[in-house]
């Protein structure tokens, strides 16, 4: 397992329940880590690469016009 590091966002609850619901729907994905006061997202997972993770965000970034990158 391997952990990433995604910068997110989050400005309330409703954003990180998406993104930890978004990113826990990919295989591979074991546990999601959502900080809201460090716009931060944690993944455990194996097999899934961040850029993965940023595509699968990708179109809940586009609607709620939140940034998602790798740091």
């Keep these: 397992m391997t952990e990433v590091k995604l910068e997110v966002g989050m400005t309330c609850g ?3 329940g998406a993104v930890e ?3 826990n729907k990919m295989e591979g994905v074991s546990k999601v880590d959502a900080n809201i006061e460090e716009k931060t ?4 997972a194996e097999g899934v690469t961040a850029e993965e993770m940023v595509e ?4 809940w970034s586009a ?3 939140k940034y998602v990158r790798i740091p």
């Design 41 to 44: 997202v944690i993944v455990t």
């Design 63 to 65: 609607a709620s016009g």
């Design 21 to 23: 619901r978004i990113l």
């Design 14 to 16: 409703g954003c990180s």
């Design 56 to 59: 699968k965000l990708s179109k």
